[in-house]
């Protein structure tokens, strides 16, 4: 990994994890200026753990045991009140613990000494400059609202069988499955295919976010930046060590997303990464997240037929219907 990279983010850790020891402090600050007799029975419970630790230096065998008794009697009153104290103000111990965003490494990067899953990911968003996977703060199946899609069933408007509420409630599904299933070789991975405004790149952030929950990493990028991104690569001759990483890494990251297939300016070099992709990934056991504004149709007349065999063949299609949610929810506003 560049060493600017790795640097870049372990600040960033450094300043967050200080970020959250600090809101800590604060809060247990204005908590104790309310109610300074938590304060008060804190100060009293330190005092004695530390004339505790004396006594064990200092004092002989007999003296130590008679003193440490009656200080341990004398912290539990203590501690018992404190917690009384919490409980009437509807608080506990805990609630002063710092809030770090990873429960895991508590914000450090590491876990026995191994670099943490979250750090992994902060690596790669900083690397591929990942704007889009911030959004899955917002973006994930806890968020995702069935309210823009209609329970009317009307083949002919929609194309199915079925009404777009209960489609898109069988592809939530099978998508939250999927992000749970990474490694299985029996999963298939997804194509969405629809119109723009159908919801089809906020149930990828769903996956992805689902995916990085179970401590996966994840890459995002649209199809013109990655194919372009690989291109790039490929033809170019002082190769850095990032570089090659960066290259390497879509090939091996345990979910790899691509939005807006159908929108790049297609060629022959990048024919040939496409198909390298979903090949050496398949081979891999490598999952991969597709979403497209093209039909099946539409792939197969614009892509080569053995990157459309391999839709046909490793992919679950999953097709999105309803009205545009953009423009729905422009409606709501006004």
Same mark, same amino acid.
Request: proline share 2%; charged share 30%.
């Given at each position: ?88 103000? !509807?608080? +506990? ?10 429960? #895991?490494?508590? /914000?450090?990067? $590491?876990?026995? &000494? ?100 179970? !401590?996966? +990493? ?10 372009? #991104?690989?291109? /790039?690569?490929? $033809?170019?001759? &002082? ?96």
């Amino acid at each position: 990994m560049q060493s600017s990279v790795y640097r870049k983010v372990e600040r960033d850790y450094s300043v967050k994890r200080q970020h959250a020891q600090s809101d800590a402090r604060h809060f247990k600050k204005n908590v104790y200026d309310e109610n300074p007799k938590l304060a008060e029975i804190e100060d009293k419970i330190n005092k004695i753990s530390l004339k505790s630790i004396k006594s064990r230096i200092f004092s002989d065998d007999l003296s130590r045991q008679i003193e440490q008794d009656k200080l341990t009697l004398q912290l539990d009153r203590l501690n018992k009140e404190y917690e009384s104290q919490l409980t009437r103000i !509807g608080l +506990s111990k805990k609630d002063f613990e710092p809030k770090y965003e990873c429960s #895991k490494c508590n /914000d450090t990067g $590491f876990v026995n &000494n191994k670099i943490c899953s979250c750090f992994n990911q902060a690596l790669i968003n900083e690397s591929f400059k990942q704007s889009n996977i911030f959004k899955i703060t917002e973006e994930n199946f806890e968020t995702f609202d069935f309210g823009y899609y209609s329970s009317n069933y009307d083949k002919e408007k929609y194309g199915i069988e079925k009404s777009p509420l209960e489609n898109i409630d069988a592809i939530r599904k099978l998508s939250y499955n999927f992000s749970h299933n990474l490694g299985d070789p029996a999963q298939k991975n997804l194509l969405f295919t629809g119109r723009t405004g159908l919801g089809k790149t906020f149930l990828a952030n769903c996956v992805a976010a689902e995916a990085i929950k179970q !401590g996966k +990493s994840v890459i995002y990028q649209t199809a013109p930046i990655l194919l372009d #991104k690989m291109v /790039d690569y490929k $033809f170019k001759f &002082n190769k850095t060590e990032n570089e090659r990483e960066e290259y390497d890494k879509i090939f091996d990251v345990d979910l790899l997303i691509i939005d807006d297939l159908g929108t790049e300016a297609m060629n022959s070099a990048k024919f040939s990464e496409l198909f390298n992709i979903l090949n050496t990934r398949l081979l891999k056991n490598k999952k991969i997240v597709i979403s497209t504004n093209l039909t099946p149709q539409e792939i197969k007349r614009e892509y080569e037929e053995r990157i459309f065999s391999r839709f046909v063949g490793d992919f679950i299609i999953c097709r999105f219907v309803g009205e545009d949610i953009r423009l729905l929810k422009k409606k709501l506003v006004k």
